[in-house]
């Protein structure tokens, strides 16, 4: 599903103050499999350093069109036999009229001139610039050559202004690099929000009440989204799970506190898919001590209330598709069909915790999934990410 593993990429940085963004780039493409090498033209080494580069791609930084220690052949040359991609950003309208017009006089220029390769714009700049005759019209000749020039974002400027000239999100430019490898980006410029993992309900300063949830399934259908192209928030509960790249990830422990959080994400934006994977407390202690409860009497009482509902108390404001999770020890089938009818689910995944290899903790799982329009569909046991990206184009391909 990767198909960014092992493409070698060029990353051209020219001379914007936007270039300090481009650290994120080289991190995320990088944990997408890929090969990065940095080339920085000397402007662009004002705003940023190669030292810092080399060290985020693990790779030798090119900074000169003739270094002093010159190897056999010019290096910018080599460059054009072994890429997959160059990617130019941020790209400066001096870098983009240069390129336009056909001028190879400095380090990226000269690259961009002799490389043969796909080659993706992301500019960078103010916004008379870009609306500059010249910028347009050298954009114009780039893409009547079939080069890429992404428009750039409009918002707050450096320069204090406001109007089209930010550089594109990095999750758009992670989206527009995929494109050049022919991905379907099946849910780009779509709003996902998942929950994942468990809840912890306070008894006193050191004890709660819990679950097993490793929150395994929810990070696995947040990668899968966040792979199709999507705009994911993550709210998760405790895990030891590692964060996923380009996914907005929010911690809370209580179920009180995951209310709060999406309600507030709700009011926020509109979200295309939500999936409530997250194994959420039950009960909750009615009255929490606030010293630590000692261990002196044989037994010890506990007052619990329900938790509050949070699908039923967001539903009213949640637009779209709604998918829950429902683990179960027996009548599975009927006790998920009861709850995804009475929570207004359009979707809901069923699975046992009393089933080896599958549910908490593990890292495989089996389940059977449900929606409101009678679709049924079972995915046998398989590692959590394959469940997740089967359930995720299923839901893409009824939709």
Not at 315 to 331: D, H, M, Q, V, Y
Request: charged share 25%; with cysteine.
């Amino acid at each position: 599903m990767n198909n960014l593993k092992n493409k070698n990429i060029l990353l051209c940085i020219t001379g914007s103050i936007a270039a300090y963004k481009s650290c994120e780039i080289i991190r995320l493409l990088t944990k997408e499999g890929a090969q990065v090498q940095v080339a920085i033209s000397e402007s662009g080494l004002e705003f940023i350093g190669a030292a810092t580069l080399a060290a985020i791609s693990n790779n030798k930084v090119i900074t000169e069109l003739f270094p002093k220690s010159p190897k056999k052949g010019l290096e910018h040359i080599d460059l054009a036999f072994d890429l997959d991609l160059i990617v130019i950003a941020p790209a400066t309208a001096n870098i983009l009229c240069k390129s336009g017009n056909g001028v190879a006089d400095d380090l990226i220029s000269t690259i961009i001139s002799v490389c043969e390769q796909k080659q993706i714009f992301f500019p960078a700049m103010n916004h008379r610039m870009w609306q500059n005759q010249a910028t347009i019209d050298a954009v114009e000749k780039l893409r009547l050559r079939e080069k890429i020039v992404i428009n750039p974002d409009e918002g707050h400027l450096a320069s204090l202004h406001t109007g089209e000239g930010r550089l594109p999100t990095i999750n758009k430019i992670i989206n527009e690099i995929k494109k050049c490898f022919d991905y379907v980006l099946h849910l780009e410029n779509q709003n996902i929000l998942v929950t994942a993992g468990p809840t912890r309900e306070p008894i006193d300063p050191v004890r709660f009440i819990s679950n097993r949830s490793s929150g395994k399934m929810g990070y696995s259908i947040a990668k899968i989204c966040k792979d199709y192209g999507g705009n994911v928030d993550l709210i998760s509960g405790p895990t030891n799970l590692q964060i996923i790249p380009n996914v907005n990830t929010m911690n809370i422990e209580t179920t009180n506190e995951l209310y709060e959080k999406m309600i507030f994400l709700l009011e926020e934006k509109k979200y295309k898919y939500i999936f409530m994977v997250a194994a959420v407390a039950d009960y909750q202690l009615k009255k929490i001590k606030n010293h630590k409860i000692k261990s002196k009497e044989n037994k010890l009482n506990l007052e619990l209330v329900k938790t509050i509902d949070i699908i039923k108390k967001t539903s009213e404001k949640n637009e779209g598709i709604t998918i829950g999770f429902a683990l179960e020890t027996e009548n599975g089938e009927r006790n998920a069909k009861e709850k995804m009818r009475k929570k207004d689910l359009d979707y809901i995944i069923l699975n046992y915790a009393n089933e080896e290899n599958a549910g908490f903790e593990s890292n495989t799982n089996h389940v059977y999934m449900f929606s409101k329009n009678g679709f049924k569909k079972e995915f046998k046991l398989d590692r959590k990410d394959r469940i997740a990206k089967k359930i995720i184009d299923s839901i893409i391909k009824n939709d």
